[in-house]
């Protein structure tokens, strides 16, 4: 018979920010963070990251697993017990998985009961695909800097074929994300990707309020410290994708 898996005292507040890439999931994370209140939304759930974990903590074993879900939540706190986590639903499938369970991604959340969650989506999945995109082929996910360096990815012809796979894939995601809620009754916070790079320092305070925190005076000081990274090519590439797509009969998606 398996050994029962240790319970973990749980955070006193508990929130997954559930998105997909190239979603601003990023911008609002950062802010989220800089509030000091808010926990750290970042990506525990990566599958390198979990694999690196489990190795690290003699994978397998309902003792190490435990240990694992420990290093995360303290990883993902702040000093006021507020636990967060960015999560893509891939990420969500592969956690689970590592951590042997059977069933619905719901198995691996139950381990963070209570949990609410703000559901991230972008409406423009043309351009979401296209960040993507690009952001593998140049490697370069962030820009802290404002000085995209060297663009000479972004010369490149687009491979139109992957940008719709892309696009069915984010779309997916999107589906599976809204089965889930509905599924287990949850009413997440949703905001897009248009309201955060629209005025991200103006969401914080909606998701706040959202969470059950109150809203330090340092809140209204908090700034975006990573830059958007569209330029003018991804417009060219859109109009030439809406071309490739007109000539085979098909409208934008």
């Not at 050994?3 to 559930?18: D, E, G, L, Q, T």
């Not at 999560?87 to 963070?112: I, M, P, S, Y």
């Not at 991200?200 to 990274?229: C, D, K, M, N, Y």
Request: proline share 6%.
């Amino acid at each position: 018979m398996a050994a029962a898996r240790p319970r973990i005292m749980k955070p006193r507040s508990i929130y997954f920010i559930c998105t997909s890439p190239r979603s601003g999931s990023s911008v609002i994370s950062d802010c989220l963070e800089q509030t000091d209140v808010a926990g750290r939304p970042r990506e525990f759930f990566q599958p390198y990251m979990m694999a690196a974990l489990h190795d690290e903590l003699a994978r397998g074993t309902p003792a190490a697993d435990c240990q694992v879900l420990s290093m995360i939540r303290n990883a993902g706190s702040t000093p006021n017990g507020v636990f967060a986590a960015k999560v893509h639903w891939l990420q969500l499938e592969c956690a689970r998985k590592a951590f042997g369970q059977v069933g619905d991604v719901g198995a691996f959340t139950d381990e963070f009961p209570d949990a609410r969650h703000i559901w991230l989506v972008r409406r423009d999945r043309v351009r979401q695909a296209m960040s993507y995109f690009r952001a593998v082929r140049s490697n370069e996910f962030y820009d802290f800097t404002g000085d995209r360096g060297d663009d000479s990815a972004d010369d490149a012809a687009c491979d139109w074929v992957a940008i719709e796979r892309l696009i069915e894939l984010f779309t997916h995601a999107e589906t599976l994300w809204r089965e889930y809620f509905e599924r287990r009754g949850i009413e997440p916070l949703v905001l897009t990707y248009e309201d955060v790079a629209g005025d991200v320092p103006a969401v914080i305070p909606q998701v706040l309020e959202f969470l059950g925190i109150e809203a330090p005076p340092s809140t209204s000081r908090i700034a975006p410290r990573l830059h958007r990274q569209s330029n003018a090519r991804i417009d060219a590439w859109i109009r030439e994708f809406a071309a490739f797509r007109q000539a085979r009969g098909l409208a934008m998606p």
